[in-house]
């Protein structure tokens, strides 16, 4: 027991290493996915043209959702204001619902690294299963962390068609809204602080013709959650044990 309990433990710190290796040299952010109906009150109407600054506020809600500016309910040129928010002015995009006119469903949630949104997502970025977006419009939350050792900056590049907002630690650094094609905005933040910082990039396509994304970042992004399948935390807890084990084994 004692020969079998070292060797697995040996293996278990291999695996460890490896794991932790390679979920630190993946770039990836946690998609919560849904769909917005096809008659949904912000969809299927005008068309922007162009990036669309303002229409929501610089500070994500405490249930880390944008909240709609007066500007941007207002509007009543290109796509028009923005009808799908709550009492507090949160934007409901990204939520299962039922709105005054369509409904917002969840689809899914996955796992998607940043070089699949630099490249992947750029074009017939539709829901599952439709041939376009006319019967169906796709809205995503992506979430992640990342480490910042030293104060310095972080680029963020983003390009969307339609709506797409990044926030850094609940603050505003790329406002890309707006019903237009795939639009690039970039924003490069100078003395961000040591330490974990989060995001939250919100996409939403809301015309019938045309979706996608593209993503990128100067630093290694981390979903909240882990990979499914054996934690690396339950992997170190087993190899404790058997240290243990060996110890309490040794002293008789």
Known sequence: MQKLCIHLSIVLCLVCSLLSSAQAQTSSLLGNYYILSSNHVDTGRGVDSAIVSGLVNSTLSSNFLPTVS?????????????????????????????????????????TDTVATLASAYASNFY????????????????????????????????GPDDDSWLFLDGQLVVDDGG??????????????????????????????????????????????????GISIFALSAFGILCAVRIRKTARK
């Not at 796509?79 to 917002?104: F, M, P, R, Y």
């Not at 995503?140 to 983003?158: I, K, R, Y």
């Not at 795939?182 to 045309?210: E, M, W």
């Open 70 to 110: 007066t500007f941007g309910m207002n509007r009543t040129t290109g796509s028009g204001g923005i009808k799908d928010v709550n009492a507090n002015g949160e934007l409901l995009w990204w939520g299962a619902h039922t709105a005054t006119a369509g409904n917002v469903t969840f689809d899914k949630s996955q």
């Open 127 to 158: 829901p599952t299963g439709k041939a376009n977006n006319s019967t169906g419009y796709r809205a995503v939350h992506w979430q992640g962390t990342f480490n910042q050792n030293a104060v310095g900056s972080v680029t963020f590049t983003l």
């Open 179 to 228: 019903v237009h094609a795939n639009q690039s905005a970039q924003n490069v933040l100078n003395n961000i602080s040591i330490g974990s910082h989060r995001i939250d990039l919100f996409f939403a396509d809301r015309h019938t013709t045309g979706s996608g994304i593209t993503f990128n970042s100067s630093v290694v992004l981390t979903p909240p959650t882990p990979e499914p």
